[in-house]
């Protein structure tokens, strides 16, 4: 995309990201909650939107099966590029370590969505901006990707939303903030209170809006 490579891309989220085979609205689905389908999610839509501009389609692999890690049970270590954050970082951010995701690490992506926040408990705000810092820095030092951060998309957190920026601005050229305060109207909301169909093709614009955005100004 212009100045910015995007051959390798990463998607780390909660359930708007993937949410694994046993949703209960489709049979087997293994896409973002609450599409319709696998390819109205924001992760393949972006994927697509990307591969329409590059002539080159992107590899997506989400995790299959357990696709959730809890304390106590193994870190996932396939070569999964959508990972389900929701324990593995969102509610553990209090004792993160980069190791549970170390594979996604090695993968050296040149593009990182981080797509989380909305499933936060237990610990302190100063603990989860460290975190955050923690992953970021784990992710520069092997392939100094341009990532891209979504602000609070079910319902409004500013405080969150702050601490996301201020992390983003401690390295202006390889992170971005992405606002997605427009995703706060319940229209855009389907079940379960996630994002329609149409939700996902805001969170998908918005990213690619900023992705277009920031090529201009990559060195």
Known sequence: MKKMKAKNILFLGNSISLHGPYNTWVPNANWGM????????????????????TDRPLRL????????????????????????MADLFERNYATWDNARFQTQIEAKPDIVILQFGENMSGGTMPQFKTALQTLMAGL?????????????ILGANPT???I?????????????FVDMSQLHDPKYLGQFGHPSDE?????????FNAME???????
């Open 34 to 53: 609450a599409a319709s389908a696998e390819g109205k999610d924001y992760v393949h839509l972006l994927a697509s939107a990307i591969t329409a501009r």
């Open 61 to 84: 692999a989400p995790t299959t099966g357990a696709s959730r890690w809890y304390p106590g049970n193994p870190i996932p270590t396939d070569n999964t590029n959508i990972l389900n």
């Open 140 to 152: 520069k030092e092997s392939s100094n990707p341009h990532i891209f951060v979504t602000g609070f």
């Open 160 to 162: 969150i939303d702050g």
């Open 164 to 176: 996301k920026k201020e992390v983003c601005a401690e390295d202006p050229s390889h992170r971005v």
């Open 213 to 219: 955005a920031h090529c201009k100004t990559t060195p």
């Open 199 to 207: 939700g996902m093709n805001v969170i998908a614009n918005n990213l």
